[in-house]
């Protein structure tokens, strides 16, 4: 399943249920059973027993299940022994919550979709293994890297709590903009490079009779991404950093005021496809693929979820946000990015080596170039899409990452205060209609900000 | 005059007649159509019937699966409630006992609060319970909170009924129970079935106790996958096979209000209007 | 007093009151004592607040533009719900009984019923499309009509939002109380209708004096039942709207707010207490409701 904020909500009575159950996993959990070792070797770095078996849980979503039994056969061909049992289910939480307590957890999970575990939780419950061990050994490719090396930057930290790796996560999702290749060359437009250029070009967009730019305006989280892209692109990590760790004024930075102005723009200069603030994001989609926008904010799942409808040829093509200004601190080219599709050991597993070997043949170049073919979207694992002949989006995705280099960014407040994510998404759409300007978009966030902080009920979180 | 006025009248009836069946007629429509054709063309009938709609929403989207899941769900707590509620009733509108009153307008009452403030312990009871996501724990849950209307709407029935039947009955040395079995329930026949009804209307639509008690999408009813398929958690956007599956969820209530539709409103004046 | 009655009463209770114990009344009380509570729905202990949960809900804008939809849904939904329903009755049977209704005035009573029909999920989907802007089928038909100058984004506009939703209930419910009216007025005696027609009253008085008071117990049912709907709200909102509930809360009902502040956020004891103060406004609101129908009664002899 896309990391998308839409799940989010969509999806808030299962994690509502979720977070319910693991009150009980914090409460719960007995001896821990007797766990199979062997020896290691450098053919068996992280020591599995050769005979034991293993048990895999996973979900299967929108990313389907195919690279996780991939890596099955991967490890099979490892351990001959070992029989590896390979579940796919849509509700991981549900079927698992009972069995965490009971101390009887499977040997990997894949923790994601609307059921899913509260990590946080089963990582205060001790009920995770501590991943450091894996992130070291070589990996399946080279045994000279460790598989912490293989990994595109940011995604051991995404899968840090407290200091210690627990998740790894495998798909890598970045959010830009899109458009379409074929439409752009036919009327001889080029991406532009920076935000007044992308007024400008709007202009003749329109001018050409389309209009420039469409948006799913029933959730305006989406053109949040935008606009909290451009903002991290002129402040840099200092200014996202400020945001999520909730500091005084930290909505009313120069870079984020600027960038809920230059987002402004497209409404003063009527750059919007009329009527974009009641569609929702397959309406918007569907508007855009259908040539009706030249423009839509959107993840990189958007190839995936159309599918169906992408006219022939249309190749679709997402671009990092342009410079908001001259004196960007962020360099061109860098992007909004995260990863999703939490995998994780259970600490009282009965074959937890078994698990973290699992972990180690899921992550290796082989299954990684499975994935970006089968489930068209990119996995975290570094160069695993080179060489391979992509879909026309995954590809400029890929593109997209790989001029970032380093330079890939997210925020947190989304998830850590959801409270605030609401308040900002209303503002936007209030920005997005022309009934608040950026100066009223940013009071609004603001207070709203102060006010999460204020609030001892809430938890806080630093980075 | 009267002629002219009963002109504008049925020109007002078919007016509203229209509003209320043209977004189903839209919807019958679309669901005909390409995903392309929905779009570029709203208005257009489809250049051919693309059945084929209907066959991807009953197997692909599982409406196939939500309606067995649905049937198996509303028919059971059907079945349950008016069993149960027609004991209720019955008692408390047949005998006399110390607490009656209590009994019947603790009951009532229960029809009168919206179902969503008890949704957040509702949901704990029924994990404590270890029936959340199961059938039978919908089912119970179900029928629980359809049981105030079928009491309500029961209790004014059996007690318009003549007492001199189950008064020979009596004489006859029927217990209470086949009393109630064999005479009162039989004569109670025209609100049974219009409570039945109304009961499987409300069940079969029923959409915030499933969302938040049934969390499986395996045992999805059709309420929480048409809503979960309109806000596209799949993957991929269908809105014709969207509008497949809408049509297919209200096609079996449709059939089952036309055969009955006499029924309703007979057991409307019977019962909801006292 | 016959043989056995209590094992029978109590064998053919238990059963029900039970169910009704465990699945209603339990999470009911429960809500009560969680409403007093910090309960974060995770922590196997919840702290005692008193009353603080509720002196928050006086602060919270969310909370407050909730209660001022539901309060606007609740004075129009009911109120055109009813006015229409009764005059399409009133036009179906002739304003009385045994009088004739128009032609084809059984097809209509169908016809009418169909959007009862579609549960909520369905409705919002559907509706979804009926609003969508530029070429929906809300926007189309003005177009048609030659009306361009009214197309907009219903949902997208804070002033035409909550009328949108308004007007979904409206569509959806008038259909059930048409039946439930036209029942009502089929029982009303045709020499009374029949009286008023030989003193020479009209239509109109006809339906002011004879059909209206005939049928008040009807309406009163109606007013509550619909009283009820206006205030919850959630389904359709959630499905239809912009955010949900937007934009920007013009469409924000209790239920939304109760729902997503349990779980959502976390926050199940202030949902509780979200969820007891509507219990309480249910409750008050019905018992008005009843009292202020119940005045006068038409006794037919």
Same mark, same amino acid.
């Given at each position: 399943?896309?990391?998308?904020?839409?799940?989010?909500?969509?999806?808030?009575?299962?994690?509502?249920?979720?977070?319910?159950?693991?009150?009980?996993?914090?409460?719960?959990?007995?001896?821990?059973?007797?766990?199979?070792?062997?020896?290691?070797?450098?053919?068996?770095?992280?020591?599995?027993?050769?005979?034991?078996?293993?048990?895999?849980?996973?979900?299967?979503?929108?990313?389907?299940?195919?690279?996780?039994?991939?890596?099955?056969?991967?490890?099979?061909?490892?351990?001959?022994?070992?029989?590896?049992?390979?579940?796919?289910?849509?509700?991981?939480?549900?079927?698992?919550?009972?069995?965490?307590?009971?101390?009887?957890?499977?040997?990997?999970?894949?923790?994601?979709?609307?059921?899913?575990?509260?990590?946080?939780? *089963?990582?205060?419950?001790?009920?995770?293994?501590?991943?450091?061990?894996? *992130?070291?050994?070589?990996?399946?490719?080279?045994?000279?890297?460790?598989?912490?090396?293989?990994?595109?930057?940011?995604?051991?930290?995404?899968?840090?709590?407290?200091?210690?790796?627990?998740?790894?996560?495998?798909?890598?999702?970045?959010?830009?903009?899109?458009?379409?290749?074929? *439409?752009?060359?036919?009327?001889?437009?080029?991406?532009?490079?920076?935000?007044?250029?992308?007024?400008? *070009?709007?202009?003749?967009?329109?001018?050409?009779?389309?209009?420039?730019?469409?948006?799913?305006?029933?959730?305006?989280?989406?053109?949040?991404?935008?606009?909290?892209?451009?903002?991290?692109?002129?402040?840099?990590?200092?200014?996202?950093?400020?945001?999520?760790?909730?500091?005084?004024?930290?909505?009313?930075?120069?870079?984020?005021?600027?960038?809920?102005?230059?987002?402004?723009?497209?409404?003063?200069?009527?750059?919007?496809?009329?009527?974009?603030?009641?569609?929702?994001?397959?309406?918007?989609?569907?508007?855009?693929?259908?040539?009706?926008?030249?423009?839509?904010?959107?993840?990189?799942?958007?190839?995936?979820?159309?599918?169906?409808?992408?006219?022939?040829?249309?190749?679709?093509?997402?671009?990092?946000?342009?410079?908001?200004?001259?004196?960007?601190?962020?360099?061109?080219?860098?992007?909004?990015?995260?990863?999703?599709?939490?995998?994780?050991?259970?600490?009282?597993?009965?074959?937890?080596?078994?698990?973290?070997?699992?972990?180690?043949?899921?992550?290796?170049?082989?299954?990684?170039?499975?994935?970006?073919?089968?489930?068209?979207?990119?996995?975290?694992?570094?160069?695993?899409?080179?060489?391979?002949?992509?879909?026309?989006?995954?590809?400029?995705?890929?593109?997209?990452?790989?001029?970032?280099?380093?330079?890939?960014?997210?925020?947190?407040?989304?998830?850590?205060?959801?409270?605030?994510?609401?308040?900002?998404?209303?503002?936007?759409?209030?920005?997005?209609?022309?009934?608040?300007?950026?100066?009223?978009?940013?009071?609004?966030?603001?207070?709203?900000?102060?006010?999460?902080?204020?609030?001892?009920?809430?938890?806080?979180?630093?980075? | 005059?009267?002629?002219?006025?009963?002109?504008?009248?049925?020109?007002?009836?078919?007016?509203?007649?229209?509003?209320?069946?043209?977004?189903?007629?839209?919807?019958?429509?679309?669901?005909?159509?390409?995903?392309?054709?929905?779009?570029?063309?709203?208005?257009?009938?489809?250049?051919?019937?693309?059945?084929?709609?209907?066959?991807?929403?009953?197997?692909?989207?599982?409406?196939?699966?939500?309606?067995?899941?649905?049937?198996?769900?509303?028919?059971?707590?059907?079945?349950?409630?008016?069993?149960?509620?027609?004991?209720?009733?019955?008692?408390?509108?047949?005998?006399?006992?110390?607490?009656?009153?209590?009994?019947?307008?603790?009951?009532?009452?229960?029809?009168?609060?919206?179902?969503?403030?008890?949704?957040?312990?509702?949901?704990?009871?029924?994990?404590?319970?270890?029936?959340?996501?199961?059938?039978?724990?919908?089912?119970?849950?179900?029928?629980?909170?359809?049981?105030?209307?079928?009491?309500?709407?029961?209790?004014?029935?059996?007690?318009?009924?003549?007492?001199?039947?189950?008064?020979?009955?009596?004489?006859?040395?029927?217990?209470?129970?086949?009393?109630?079995?064999?005479?009162?329930?039989?004569?109670?026949?025209?609100?049974?079935?219009?409570?039945?009804?109304?009961?499987?209307?409300?069940?079969?639509?029923?959409?915030?106790?499933?969302?938040?008690?049934?969390?499986?999408?395996?045992?999805?009813?059709?309420?929480?996958?048409?809503?979960?398929?309109?806000?596209?958690?799949?993957?991929?956007?269908?809105?014709?096979?969207?509008?497949?599956?809408?049509?297919?969820?209200?096609?079996?209530?449709?059939?089952?209000?036309?055969?009955?539709?006499?029924?309703?409103?007979?057991?409307?004046?019977?019962?909801?209007?006292? | 007093?016959?043989?056995?009655?209590?094992?029978?009463?109590?064998?053919?209770?238990?059963?029900?009151?039970?169910?009704?114990?465990?699945?209603?009344?339990?999470?009911?009380?429960?809500?009560?004592?969680?409403?007093?509570?910090?309960?974060?729905?995770? =922590?196997?202990?919840?702290?005692?607040?008193?009353?603080?949960?509720?002196?928050?809900?006086?602060?919270?804008?969310?909370?407050?533009?909730?209660?001022?939809?539901?309060?606007?849904?609740?004075?129009?939904?009911?109120?055109?719900?009813?006015?229409?329903?009764?005059?399409?009755?009133?036009?179906?049977?002739?304003?009385?009984?045994?009088?004739?209704?128009?032609?084809? =005035?059984?097809?209509?009573?169908?016809?009418?019923?169909?959007?009862? /029909?579609?549960?909520?999920?369905?409705?919002?989907?559907?509706?979804?499309?009926?609003?969508?802007?530029?070429?929906? /089928?809300?926007?189309?038909?003005?177009?048609?009509?030659?009306?361009?100058?009214?197309?907009?984004?219903?949902?997208?506009?804070?002033?035409?939002?909550?009328?949108?939703? @308004?007007?979904?209930?409206?569509?959806?419910?008038?259909?059930?109380?048409?039946?439930?009216?036209?029942?009502?007025?089929?029982?009303?005696?045709?020499?009374?209708?029949? @009286?008023?027609?030989?003193?020479?009253?009209?239509?109109?008085?006809?339906?002011?004096?004879?059909?209206?008071?005939?049928?008040?117990? =009807?309406?009163?049912?109606?007013?509550?039942?619909?009283?009820?709907?206006?205030?919850?709200?959630?389904?359709?909102?959630?499905?239809?709207?912009?955010?949900?509930?937007?934009?920007?809360?013009?469409?924000?009902?209790?239920?939304?707010?109760?729902?997503?502040?349990?779980?959502?956020?976390?926050?199940?004891?202030?949902? @509780?207490?979200?969820?007891?103060?509507?219990?309480?406004?249910?409750?008050?609101?019905?018992?008005?409701?009843?009292?202020?129908?119940?005045?006068?009664?038409?006794?037919?002899?």
């Amino acid at each position: 399943m896309n990391p998308t904020r839409r799940t989010v909500l969509r999806a808030s009575t299962a994690a509502g249920a979720a977070a319910a159950l693991s009150g009980c996993v914090t409460a719960g959990g007995s001896d821990p059973a007797e766990q199979a070792t062997g020896a290691v070797t450098d053919e068996n770095p992280l020591g599995v027993p050769a005979d034991t078996d293993l048990e895999v849980v996973m979900f299967d979503g929108g990313y389907g299940d195919e690279y996780t039994r991939h890596a099955v056969t991967l490890y099979e061909e490892r351990h001959p022994g070992a029989a590896v049992t390979h579940e796919g289910l849509q509700k991981v939480g549900e079927v698992l919550q009972p069995r965490f307590v009971a101390g009887e957890p499977p040997d990997v999970v894949d923790n994601t979709g609307a059921g899913r575990l509260d990590i946080a939780a *089963l990582a205060d419950a001790g009920q995770l293994t501590d991943l450091a061990e894996l *992130l070291d050994a070589p990996s399946l490719d080279d045994p000279s890297v460790p598989v912490r090396d293989t990994l595109l930057p940011g995604v051991v930290e995404d899968g840090t709590l407290d200091g210690t790796a627990y998740f790894l996560n495998y798909s890598y999702v970045v959010w830009g903009v899109w458009y379409s290749r074929s *439409l752009f060359d036919e009327h001889g437009w080029t991406y532009p490079a920076t935000w007044d250029d992308m007024i400008a *070009l709007c202009g003749e967009i329109k001018a050409a009779g389309i209009a420039p730019w469409t948006w799913q305006g029933k959730y305006p989280e989406y053109m949040m991404d935008p606009l909290q892209s451009l903002a991290a692109k002129a402040g840099g990590l200092e200014l996202v950093r400020a945001v999520d760790n909730l500091e005084p004024d930290a909505w009313r930075q120069d870079g984020v005021l600027a960038a809920a102005d230059a987002i402004h723009r497209l409404v003063t200069g009527g750059h919007l496809l009329e009527g974009s603030e009641g569609l929702s994001h397959t309406e918007a989609q569907n508007a855009w693929s259908g040539g009706q926008a030249a423009f839509i904010p959107c993840g990189s799942w958007l190839e995936g979820e159309q599918q169906g409808v992408t006219p022939e040829g249309f190749d679709m093509t997402l671009a990092a946000l342009p410079a908001l200004t001259a004196a960007d601190a962020l360099p061109d080219g860098a992007v909004q990015g995260a990863s999703s599709e939490s995998f994780l050991v259970p600490a009282q597993a009965l074959n937890p080596r078994g698990g973290l070997e699992y972990l180690r043949c899921l992550f290796s170049g082989e299954v990684a170039r499975g994935f970006a073919e089968s489930a068209r979207a990119m996995p975290v694992v570094k160069g695993a899409t080179e060489g391979l002949d992509l879909a026309p989006g995954l590809a400029s995705v890929a593109a997209a990452l790989d001029t970032a280099g380093e330079h890939v960014f997210g925020y947190k407040y989304r998830t850590w205060y959801p409270e605030l994510a609401k308040a900002v998404d209303d503002a936007t759409g209030e920005l997005l209609t022309g009934r608040a300007d950026p100066e009223q978009w940013a009071d609004r966030i603001q207070q709203a900000a102060d006010q999460t902080a204020a609030d001892d009920t809430i938890a806080k979180h630093e980075r | 005059m009267t002629r002219l006025s009963n002109g504008a009248l049925h020109l007002v009836l078919a007016a509203w007649a229209a509003l209320v069946t043209l977004p189903l007629a839209w919807a019958v429509l679309s669901s005909l159509k390409t995903d392309a054709e929905i779009f570029d063309s709203p208005w257009t009938l489809p250049s051919t019937p693309h059945w084929e709609n209907w066959a991807r929403a009953w197997n692909e989207a599982s409406i196939g699966r939500y309606l067995l899941n649905t049937v198996i769900v509303v028919g059971g707590a059907l079945a349950l409630v008016m069993l149960l509620g027609a004991l209720c009733a019955y008692c408390l509108a047949r005998y006399e006992f110390p607490g009656n009153r209590l009994v019947y307008y603790a009951l009532v009452a229960g029809m009168l609060f919206p179902v969503f403030l008890a949704l957040v312990p509702l949901f704990f009871v029924v994990d404590q319970l270890g029936m959340l996501g199961t059938y039978h724990g919908l089912i119970l849950v179900y029928a629980a909170y359809a049981l105030p209307f079928t009491v309500f709407f029961l209790h004014a029935f059996f007690r318009s009924l003549p007492s001199a039947t189950a008064e020979a009955a009596f004489l006859d040395g029927c217990s209470h129970t086949g009393v109630f079995f064999r005479v009162m329930l039989p004569m109670a026949r025209p609100g049974m079935v219009s409570v039945g009804i109304f009961n499987f209307l409300g069940l079969w639509n029923q959409y915030l106790l499933p969302l938040v008690l049934n969390p499986d999408p395996d045992r999805y009813v059709l309420a929480q996958g048409l809503a979960a398929l309109a806000v596209s958690q799949g993957y991929r956007s269908d809105f014709s096979g969207l509008f497949a599956g809408l049509i297919i969820a209200i096609l079996p209530v449709l059939l089952a209000y036309l055969l009955f539709q006499r029924q309703i409103r007979a057991g409307l004046t019977a019962g909801a209007v006292r | 007093m016959r043989h056995g009655k209590y094992r029978f009463l109590i064998g053919a209770l238990a059963p029900p009151l039970l169910l009704y114990g465990v699945f209603v009344v339990s999470p009911y009380a429960q809500a009560f004592h969680l409403a007093l509570t910090d309960w974060n729905g995770l =922590s196997a202990e919840a702290g005692f607040v008193g009353l603080a949960n509720f002196a928050e809900l006086w602060g919270d804008p969310l909370f407050l533009a909730a209660l001022r939809n539901n309060g606007l849904l609740l004075l129009a939904v009911p109120l055109a719900t009813i006015a229409l329903a009764l005059f399409f009755a009133a036009c179906l049977t002739g304003g009385g009984a045994r009088r004739k209704g128009v032609r084809g =005035s059984g097809l209509y009573r169908v016809v009418y019923f169909f959007p009862q /029909l579609l549960s909520v999920a369905i409705l919002g989907v559907l509706f979804q499309f009926v609003y969508t802007p530029g070429d929906g /089928l809300l926007n189309g038909l003005l177009g048609a009509v030659g009306l361009d100058a009214l197309q907009r984004s219903w949902l997208a506009d804070p002033a035409t939002a909550l009328p949108a939703v @308004a007007a979904v209930m409206v569509w959806s419910a008038v259909g059930f109380y048409v039946v439930l009216f036209t029942a009502a007025m089929d029982s009303i005696p045709a020499d009374v209708v029949e @009286a008023a027609t030989l003193d020479g009253a009209g239509r109109f008085t006809l339906f002011r004096r004879i059909t209206l008071p005939l049928v008040r117990d =009807s309406v009163q049912v109606a007013y509550v039942y619909l009283g009820i709907l206006a205030l919850d709200g959630f389904a359709l909102v959630q499905i239809m709207t912009v955010g949900p509930g937007g934009p920007d809360n013009a469409t924000e009902v209790m239920g939304l707010t109760l729902y997503r502040a349990a779980f959502t956020y976390g926050e199940f004891g202030y949902a @509780a207490a979200m969820g007891v103060t509507l219990f309480f406004i249910t409750l008050t609101l019905t018992a008005l409701a009843l009292r202020a129908t119940r005045s006068e009664r038409v006794e037919l002899a």
